[in-house]
């Protein structure tokens, strides 16, 4: 699995012009399915996202998580993350996990953040969607498992 890691406020999402999800501010994640992951990682990447300190404490050093600033996570599904540009111009996405797999790690992970305690807002797994997208600093991490 892959996560962009985005720390962002007055985030939305939106499909065929409708209104999907929002949060007020807190981590857009874009995740990416990998063929051959594992259950087991969907827990991990959940504990990883909820413990990630990259939100200000009262001296400005990141130094808090989403759990401790009451953030909400804005997950996101996005299987070009493991789009191949080596050879060519056109992207390979013989690394993304198949749909069915992929969509059940999505999902699972959404829980998992859940079952820690956060907020979470999903898109629509497989949709054309469009996100607003407000960054906050902006802070951008990539974690991969």
């Known amino acids: 699995m892959k996560a962009v890691i985005q720390r962002v406020k007055r985030t939305s ?40 300190r990259i939100f200000e404490d009262g001296n400005g050093k990141m130094n808090l998580s989403v759990s401790d600033v009451g953030g909400e996570v804005l997950l996101i599904s996005q299987f070009t993350l493991y789009g191949d540009c080596s050879h060519g111009n056109r992207p390979s996405f013989t690394l993304a996990e198949r749909p069915e797999r992929a969509n059940f790690l999505y999902e699972r992970t959404a829980e998992e953040l859940r079952l820690l305690g956060i907020t979470v807002k999903k ?23």
Do not use: H
């Open 13 to 52: 999402l939106s499909v065929e012009g409708k209104l999907i999800s929002e949060i007020p501010f807190g981590l857009a994640v874009y995740l990416g399915v990998k063929t051959g992951d594992e259950d087991g990682c969907a827990a991990a990447m959940a504990g990883k996202i909820s413990r990630l």
């Open 123 to 145: 898109g629509i797994f497989g949709a054309d969607m469009k996100i607003s997208q407000f960054n906050d600093g902006p802070v951008t991490i990539i974690y991969e498992i």
